[in-house]
C-alpha cells in the first residue's frame, strides 16, 4: 500500500485542513480511526472509509 500504518493517521490532519484528497492504505488501525471520529467532531469533516479488499481499504477526505 502506498500509505502505511503509522502514516495514514498522520496524514489525515493535513488532508483535511487542505483540499482534501484520498489514499490507500492497509487496514486502518484503532489510533487511524480514532483520529477520524475526533477530526470529524472537530471540524466537521467528511471522511469517508472504505473496503476495497481483505488488503485495501481507501480514505477519502
Request: hydrophobic content about 45%.
Amino acid at each position: 500500500m502506498p500509505v502505511g500504518e503509522h502514516l495514514a493517521d498522520q496524514i489525515l490532519l493535513p488532508m483535511v485542513l487542505g483540499k482534501g484528497g484520498k489514499f490507500r492504505t492497509q487496514e486502518p488501525s484503532l489510533h487511524l480511526m480514532t483520529n477520524i471520529e475526533v477530526i470529524r467532531q472537530i471540524t466537521g469533516a467528511e471522511v469517508k472509509v472504505q473496503k476495497e479488499s481483505d488488503l485495501a481499504w481507501t480514505i477519502n477526505v
